[in-house]
Structure formats: C-alpha cells, structure tokens
DNA sequence: AAGAGGCCCTGATAGC
DNA sequence: TGCTATCAGGGCCTCT
C-alpha cells in the first residue's frame, strides 16, 4: 500500500495522539509477519512513553524517551487504527470491534493507551515491526537507503553520479530505495509523466534537465499527495479508517486507455509492465 | 556486480 | 453460484 505521502499522513494523526503518552498495555493477536514479530516485543514497549513519533522514508518510529525505537513498517497493506477504549457496547464489551472501519480479520497488535488504543491491521503480512535499541542502531538502519526525495542531497550532483554508466531504466531508478526512498509505484508513474521521460528510457541516457525535472516533480508530487491525505488503491486507510484524496489527482496510474489530461494531447494512456510492476505513461508526451 | 526475476501473503475482481 | 486466474501500492533474496 504505502508509499512515503500514506505513511506520513499515518505519522501525523498518530503522533498528535501519542506523543507524550504511555503505553498501558501490548496486545499480541498473530506474530506472524514478513519478520515474526520480536519475542520480548510486549516487554520492550509496556510502560514505556512514546516521545514523539518520527518516520524515515516508508517506515514509521516511535521515538521512546528511553532512547530506544519501535520501527514498524506497513508492507503492502498494513494499517493502523486509532480506538477509542471507552466506547464499549454495555452488553458485550467488546464493540471497539465493531466499528465499521475496523477490519474484522487480520489485527496482528493493539498498543493500548489510558484510554485509546492503536491497532495494527495487515492481511498480506509484508509490514512489521522492529526493535532498535539506540539511536546508533537506528541510523545503521537506514544506512542502506537513499535520501528522501525533500533531501537537500537528493540533488543534480548526487543524480547526475549516481546514474552513470548504468544500464537500468529510469522507472527502475525511482523505485530503487538506494537511489532515492520513499517513492513506489504509484508516485514514480506520476513523477515521470510530470516530467515527460519515458519510464522504459535508459538513465544514463538522461538530460542534466531531465534529471533536474525529477528532481522537482518528486518533490512537488509526494508534497501534494502528503496535503490530499494520501492515496487509496484498495488497502490505503488512515488511522481514522477513511481514505486518502489523491488518486482523484492522478494523471496516468490506474488510467489505461483513458485520454491523456495534458491540454491538448489527445493520446491514450497506456500500460507495460516495467520492473515488475504496473507502469503507465502517455506515449505522446512521454518521449 | 548490476540487473532481472521470483517470492513472501491474502483478498478483490474478472472471466468462464 | 462457484470455480480459477490474475493482480495489488514493498522489499529482499538468488541467480546469471
């Protein structure tokens, strides 16, 4: 599900939340996730207060005042949910289950606090959680990854050398974590078509001003998806179980065979599979 | 050693 | 209605 826009709008509810609060109680209702989640995962976080909660690239931290970190990761379609504790139905008290926007199968945890609770919700199992014990840890982490695309190092120079003499092509770049983290599918379809570079174009063919291109329209296109409260395909949720705006905004992912929105292009958008994945593009303007 | 491809998993949807 | 096939936003591993 989530690219670097969902996962952040997830950080900004949670974090007005929990900040400051502490942690009353783990719930553990399925270990099982793409990594099992940590055995001493119920002690590692009961009593402990959550400083604030921070994210990098895809992945959302909780930044205990203990110095130690929970890392959890959504995978393809993790959610979080915030319940409220005290809406309990009289006769079974258990109706925080019953919400309507609570998925009735597949919550893995629930971090329990005075009188709310988040719970984690993944069907397919590619999310979860990590224990970090120091902030050492927590940097060699992340070692392996990119800049943010808000990063004043994801610029032309670090572009320009990264990209040559490679043979890949710049669909594939965008969504290589080590180049640039944060971007997936969805947005590295968008960002190309803004930018008018053809997805199967080989990178060490680039323009300096088509990679500058990337550059701003990366930026620009996971700052106005972060206001639009994200994308939602089919899993995306935010905390609040409602959907993002987004996709409304998109120009070419998910639109195959419907007519290009660029003014004047009267082209069709079309899709391939490229690295692996749905990619789609304007063959007219993207040349 | 870069790059292609497979795989982890469940559920929604399409086609017969 | 009910089967099977295909596809889904991530990331890691293996093979060449």
């Known amino acids: 599900m989530p690219e670097l826009p969902e996962v952040e709008i997830v950080r900004q509810s949670l974090n007005k939340k929990i900040r400051q609060k502490k942690v009353k109680k783990v719930i553990i209702r399925n270990r099982n996730l793409r990594i099992k989640l940590p055995t001493d995962f119920k002690n590692f976080l009961e009593n402990k207060t959550v400083f604030e909660v921070s994210r990098f690239s895809k992945y959302l931290i909780f930044n205990l005042t203990n110095e130690k970190f929970c890392l959890i990761h959504l995978g393809m379609s993790g959610t979080i ?9 009289k006769f079974t008290n ?8 609570l998925p009735k199968k597949h919550s ?3 971090i329990v606090f005075d009188d709310f609770r988040i719970v984690y919700n993944d069907p397919r199992r590619f999310g979860f959680f990590q224990i970090i014990q120091n902030t050492l840890n927590l940097k060699k982490r992340f070692e392996h990854l990119g800049p943010e695309p ?6 032309i120079k670090y572009f320009e050398n990264f990209i040559k003499k490679k043979n890949r092509c710049v669909k594939d ?3 290589d ?3 640039v983290s944060g ?3 969805i947005y590295a379809n968008e960002i190309l078509f803004l930018s008018k570079i053809d997805p199967k174009k080989k990178i060490k063919s680039l323009s300096k001003n088509e990679c500058s291109k990337i550059i701003i329209y990366a930026k620009k296109v996971l700052l106005n998806a972060i206001k639009n409260g994200g994308s939602s395909i089919r899993d995306f949720k935010n905390t609040d179980g409602h959907r993002g705006r987004f996709q409304n905004n998109f120009k070419v992912y998910q639109r195959e065979g419907l007519t290009c929105k660029r003014s004047n292009c009267l082209s069709k958008i079309s899709k391939k599979i490229i690295s692996n994945r749905s990619t789609f593009f304007c063959n007219s303007c993207q040349n």
């Open 150 to 155: 808000f990063n004043d190092a994801f610029n």
């Open 108 to 110: 893995h945890v629930e």
């Open 177 to 179: 974590q080590k180049f």
């Open 94 to 101: 258990l109706s925080f289950y019953n919400s309507p926007l």
């Open 81 to 89: 949910h915030l319940i409220n504790n005290k809406k309990k139905n």
């Open 183 to 185: 971007i997936g599918n």
């Open 173 to 175: 770049l965008l969504i």
